[in-house]
């Protein structure tokens, strides 16, 4: 596959662009732009020095600063390159992604946002096993936790080394390899309070960055939404039918199984979910999916705008843009990077290089959050709690963790190299889908379910977990996409699986459950918090019981 890969890379295209457009604006700029944020992170890595704050910032994040957090761990690679490169490629069929990630939030606003906080806890398997037995849940829920995490930071490291490719030259397992590093030094320097910083900084980087891209575009055609795309329709190689569903899905049942993932896997994303345990109270947490809310519909609606922006103005000039200047041969760097090219349309090499950085720092935001989520799975979830019984010192789980991050981080670049050809959207959507089928209905029927028990929740979890893996390594994306076997010969037909496994996972936690005479059932159903009050310190959970 890398031989091949390098070969692709060789024909003009990729040297090519290298050598016409990369200069030491954009390498000043990438510089500049890792050293500051690695600069906020260091100075909020100071308040970093318990498990609590490596995991939850110490509960002193503001909801607004929150929400801004939320927000540059949702507007990952997959959102800024992978999206606007799908309707790029497909046209309105792109936008099922961003409509269905947008989706999810009222879930999290309605259902959880308010409990998870209220629980005090620091981690998805926390809350999980808040009331049952703690070491079968707790292995399920890290188990969840890590799967989601290793297919969700294959993702970024897939759009970061296509980026580095790009603009620097590097071959990319070498551009793969520096993007895992550099999340690393992101990690191990301060934990959640210093990524939350970098978060944060990021994420109105992006905003900014993308919004002067989109202005751009609507100047570029008077600021007419149908002057845009009637100039879209005409460049386009598919002409009308990028304007008509089923250029990017063109099975209904995968169209819904993919919306199904979007939607509910977003309430199941580990690195999301420990947002709500940083911020003061419940109203913060709240507040938190309010101001998130915000700022990511307004980015997706930008998407939508640079997505159609770049199939008007890059087919304009094929030689510069598309491999040996034939778009039938793709875009240089692959339909990922249709938003870099725009950027170098709108605005040469300055706009270039600081919407490359800004990319580059999003995705290293991303997967540092990512890692993160896992070290506390496993440093918390797995050593803390399982191995040592609750025995553990602070000193030795923070260990682990930064242990586990080094592994992950070895992971997600071996992976990556691997998932070079696939989009990232799909990728991230992959996660979503085993995320809605194991650790979503766990949280739910743990949270709401007073009759959910130990035993359901574990051999529920199980079965949501192992048939959306399986199924998703089965479908077409993986497959065909990297396993390179022939176009049609999935076994398992559906770009997603989470139509099948999420009902599975729920009929499961169900059926154990119900059926479930043990004596941990009775204590299980015993302590069910009926109704969650804050304490009077404002952190933690106190509940009356529902006996």
């Known amino acids: 596959m890398l031989g091949s890969a390098a070969a692709w890379a060789g024909e003009r295209g990729i040297g090519h662009f290298v050598r016409q457009q990369t200069n030491w604006t954009v390498v000043v700029t990438f510089v500049l732009c890792i050293g500051i944020t690695l600069w906020v992170s260091r100075l909020a890595a100071s308040r970093a020095r318990l498990s609590m704050d490596y995991y939850a910032g110490a509960g002193g994040v503001t909801g607004f600063q929150n929400g801004l957090a939320i927000a ?35 879930v999290i606003t309605f259902l959880l946002a308010e409990r998870l906080r209220n ?16 070491r079968p849940v707790r292995v399920f829920a890290a188990s969840g936790s890590l799967i989601v995490i290793v297919f969700y930071l294959v993702a970024q490291m897939v759009g970061a080394g296509q980026l580095i490719k790009l603009l620097l030259g590097l071959e990319y397992a070498y551009a793969v390899i520096l993007v895992g590093i550099a999340m690393l030094a992101y990690v191990l320097v301060g934990g959640m309070t210093s990524t939350t910083w970098v978060q944060i900084t990021k994420a109105v980087l992006l905003l900014v960055g993308t919004s002067v891209m989109a202005l751009g575009v609507m100047l570029h055609v008077g600021f007419d939404l149908d002057a845009l795309f009637a100039h879209a329709v005409a460049a386009h190689p598919a002409h009308d039918a990028i304007m008509g569903p089923g250029g990017l899905i063109r099975d209904p049942w995968s169209a819904l199984s993919v919306g199904v993932a979007l939607m509910f896997g977003t309430a199941g994303l580990p690195h999301v979910l420990m947002r709500f345990f940083t911020v003061t109270c419940a109203q913060e947490a709240r507040r938190s999916v309010a101001w998130a809310t915000g700022w990511i519909g307004y980015f997706y609606a930008l998407t939508f705008i640079v997505g159609f922006g770049a199939i008007a103005l890059l087919y304009g000039n094929p030689a510069r843009h598309f491999v040996g200047g034939l778009p039938a041969r793709g875009l240089v760097g ?41 070290a506390s799975a496993v440093a918390r979830d797995l050593y803390a709690s399982v191995w040592c019984a609750g025995e553990s010192s602070s000193g030795r789980e923070l260990r682990v963790a930064k242990l586990t991050s080094f592994a992950l981080g070895v992971v997600g670049v071996a992976l990556g190299i691997l998932c070079e050809r696939m989009n990232v959207a799909v990728l991230v959507m992959l996660a979503f889908s085993i995320a809605c089928s194991a650790n979503f209905p766990v949280l739910v029927m743990a949270m709401l379910w007073q009759g959910c028990t130990t035993r359901g929740a574990t051999l529920g979890g199980f079965a949501g977990l192992l048939s959306s893996t399986a199924l998703s390594l089965l479908s077409p994306p993986v497959w065909e996409g990297v396993l390179r076997m022939p176009v049609g010969s999935a076994p ?22 119900r059926f479930d005479r043990s004596p941990r059932a009775a204590e ?24």
């Open 72 to 106: 540059g761990d949702y507007m990952s690679a997959a959102s800024l390159l992978g999206i606007s490169g799908l309707v790029f490629a497909s046209g309105f069929d792109g936008l099922i992604f961003s409509v269905g990630w947008l989706a999810g939030w009222p």
């Open 119 to 134: 629980l005090g806890k620091f981690t998805f398997a926390d809350v999980a096993a808040y009331r049952f037995a703690q």
């Open 334 to 374: 692959g339909e990922n990077m249709a938003a870099v090219h725009l950027a170098s349309v709108l605005g040469g090499d300055v706009f270039l290089g600081f919407f490359a950085a800004v990319a580059f720092a999003t995705i290293l935001a991303v997967v540092a959050g990512l890692a993160l989520s896992g």
């Open 492 to 513: 398992f037909p559906l770009i997603s699986p989470a139509l099948l496994t999420m009902p599975l996972a729920f009929l499961c936690i169900w059926l154990f459950s």
């Open 524 to 547: 299980d159903r015993a302590g069910y918090a009926a109704q969650f009050i804050r304490s009077e310190t404002g952190v933690g959970l106190s509940y009356r019981s529902s006996r």
